[in-house]
């Protein structure tokens, strides 16, 4: 096997402590800005995904009877070394993305600061007592880690996705196997050798990637596995939460999203514009909480349709290491594919193309942003989540007209609101039916906030104190007088 861009390095797998770079079949490793083979990484087989579940179980068995304090130490030491390697870490993830270099350097910063405060706040936990109670000793509630995880994340968050399921069950004493995505496996990477070199026990946290579905089905069906934690797509998220339900096993589902903002007439406009532009480049629109739906009041539509085509129409698209970059391209041809019939499906249909609308004609997979004005209802991007740069721009009259269309798909993930009134945004933000809304600006992922949707966006939470829960089981303890 070899490696083809020498400054990307080889993806392995760590099972039960050691990396494997040669198993018998291997995929390839694209860089989505110019098409160039970065690497190839091993698959791995049953024997691989069998030791990691053996693995995981002794891990268990070291890691859940230490102390959290020694837990966190370890945890504090590996956020040090991740930053040691930052600058690296963040080129190999835009070489695998292609998103800007800053966009990656405040990942892998996340990733650090993910070890920390898990690792802090699961140092906080104590038992619940009950109210005292005649003939009772003590009457107490206690969370024990539910034992060895299987996390699965995607390629869109190469590193955080994976960092914030993995820095949680750590924190509070489980193992976990985790699959970061094949696309991008060397972000991740880099977050595992740090726990590795800060002196992360043997089996504690295994590594896998290959066929996704024959590690998912594998992991699942395994008595060793107690919790499976996804982010990706609907369609897989309900193939595996399936397969965990038919195990009664828990899990926690971060699914699609297809995010609506809705800019009142009392809004400042500009503001908007520009804080929209920023959030929809994002990862080039690959994003769950990406604003995608917009719905702009009567009064104002013209003024923020036009404005926000325009400074979006504008951005300065390239490969994420050159410094001018603004947005990069979109995961692979396949994304391209679909981004593209979208857009073409609505214009179709009768939207107006406000800019974009265009894959850019040079290597990678550069789609223009795109703006779609005045969408009818029966357009695909109105009920498919776009996960490209592509944004709808759609008017409303009133505050229930905007709700009611707001709420219109099978997704809840993240919504949006602006608005210069007090009582429009607490009447919205009770309106909107969604895990996460932000009010004014696109905040809605902090590394003490829950993180999680409804409906056919997902279930259960990630990160803050709710994800360090997703990862505990309860116990009653109740001791009578002897
Ligand atoms: P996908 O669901 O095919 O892949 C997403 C991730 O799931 C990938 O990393 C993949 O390795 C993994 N995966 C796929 N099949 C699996 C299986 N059987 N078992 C375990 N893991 C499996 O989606 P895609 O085509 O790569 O991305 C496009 C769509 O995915 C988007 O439309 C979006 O809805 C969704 N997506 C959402 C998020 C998110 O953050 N919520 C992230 C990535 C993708």
Request: net charge negative; charged share 20%; proline share 7%.
């Amino acid at each position: 096997m070899t490696t083809q861009n020498p400054e990307y390095g080889r993806p392995a797998l760590f099972v039960d402590g050691k990396w494997i770079t040669d198993t018998p079949r291997s995929g390839e490793v694209i860089n989505p800005a110019t098409g160039e083979v970065l690497a190839s990484f091993p698959i791995a087989e049953p024997e691989h995904i069998e030791l990691a579940l053996s693995s995981a179980l002794s891990g268990f068995e070291v890691w859940s009877n230490m102390a959290p304090d020694a837990r966190a130490r370890i945890m504090n030491n590996a956020a040090a070394a991740i930053r040691e390697k930052s600058e690296e870490s963040a080129r190999h993830m835009t070489l695998e993305l292609g998103k800007p270099l800053a966009d990656s350097r405040a990942e892998v910063e996340n990733c650090a600061a993910l070890l920390e405060w898990c690792a802090k706040a699961a140092t906080e936990q104590q038992d619940r007592p009950l109210d005292a109670r005649p003939g009772f000793e003590s009457l107490k509630v206690r969370k024990e880690p539910i034992g060895p995880v299987a996390a699965f994340a995607p390629w869109n968050f190469p590193a955080s996705l994976a960092a914030r399921k993995m820095a949680s069950a750590l924190a509070v004493g489980c193992s976990v196997i985790v699959k970061p995505a094949e696309e991008t496996p060397m972000s991740f990477i880099a977050i595992v050798k740090a726990l590795d070199f800060a002196g992360l026990p043997r089996g504690v946290v295994n590594l896998l990637i290959g066929d996704p579905a024959q590690i998912s089905t594998q992991l699942i069906a395994s008595p060793v596995i107690r919790k499976v934690a996804f982010t990706g797509s609907t369609t897989v998220g309900q193939k595996l939460a399936a397969m965990a339900g038919a195990e009664a096993k828990p899990s926690v589902m971060e699914l699609g999203g297809h995010a609506p903002v809705v800019v009142f007439d009392d809004a400042d406009i500009d503001r908007a514009i520009g804080l929209s532009v920023v959030a929809k480049a994002r990862n080039a629109g690959q994003v769950c909480v990406a604003p995608t739906r917009y719905l702009v009041q009567d009064d104002v539509y013209d003024a923020f349709a036009d404005g926000f085509a325009k400074a979006f129409g504008a951005l300065k698209l390239g490969d994420g290491l050159q410094p001018d970059s603004q947005m990069g391209p979109v995961l692979s041809p396949a994304r391209l594919e679909a981004v593209d019939a979208l857009v073409q499906d609505a214009v179709a249909k009768g939207a107006r193309l406000l800019t974009g609308g265009r894959r850019l004609n040079r290597p990678g997979n550069f789609y223009a942003p795109t703006v779609l004005a005045d969408v009818p209802p029966e357009a695909r991007v109105m009920q498919e989540e776009p996960f490209g740069p592509i944004a709808v721009v759609n008017r409303f009259s009133t505050f229930e007209d905007a709700v009611s269309v707001a709420n219109n798909t099978d997704f809840a993930l993240g919504a949006y609101a602006f608005t210069g009134s007090q009582e429009t945004a607490d009447r919205i933000s009770d309106a909107l039916d969604a895990g996460m809304v932000g009010i004014n600006g696109y905040s809605v992922v902090f590394l003490d906030s829950p993180l999680g949707g409804r409906r056919y966006s997902g279930f259960g939470s990630e990160g803050g104190y709710e994800g360090l829960d997703a990862y505990r089981i309860t116990k009653f303890i109740s001791q009578a007088v002897a």
